[in-house]
């Protein structure tokens, strides 16, 4: 039973910062690419970032590149977004992934999603 759970969504102002969290359970973590995507209303679900299994390659959106940082922690099983400077249009549900393949921005290319978290930009 494969279990991905995010936390850390909210509310925050524009220009704030938010990290979020996602902790897997009933996988080899340490063999799954990890991947935050995020959909708002009204839209297609898009990629945001992504994260190699060892943790030392990370791949971005062009929309947040420079403002999020991906990360991982393999000990914890637990893949982490930072996001900085954030933009009315970062509002979204965030969701994090885990995939056995090596395409880091092709969502169906992920086999394992969590329930998603809401963040909000106020302005």
């Known amino acids: 039973q494969v279990q991905l759970v995010e936390s850390g969504g909210g509310l925050v102002q524009v220009g704030d910062s938010l990290s979020l969290s996602c902790i897997a359970r009933?996988?080899?973590?340490?063999?799954?690419?990890m991947g935050w995507f995020r959909q708002s209303p009204g839209k297609s679900r898009e990629f945001v970032a992504s994260?190699?299994?060892?943790?030392?390659?990370?791949t971005y959106a062009d929309s947040v590149t420079g403002r999020f940082t991906i990360s991982r922690d393999n000990a914890k099983n637990t893949v982490y977004l930072q996001m900085m400077s954030l933009k009315p249009e970062d509002t979204a549900v965030y969701y994090c992934?885990?995939?056995?393949?090596?395409?880091?921005?092709?969502?169906?290319?992920?086999?394992?999603w969590g329930q998603g978290t809401q963040v909000t930009i106020s302005s």
């Open positions: 992934a885990a995939s056995v393949e090596s395409t880091p921005r092709f969502a169906p290319s992920y086999e394992y």
């Open positions: 009933g996988l080899s973590f340490s063999g799954y690419r």
């Open positions: 994260i190699n299994r060892s943790g030392d390659l990370a």
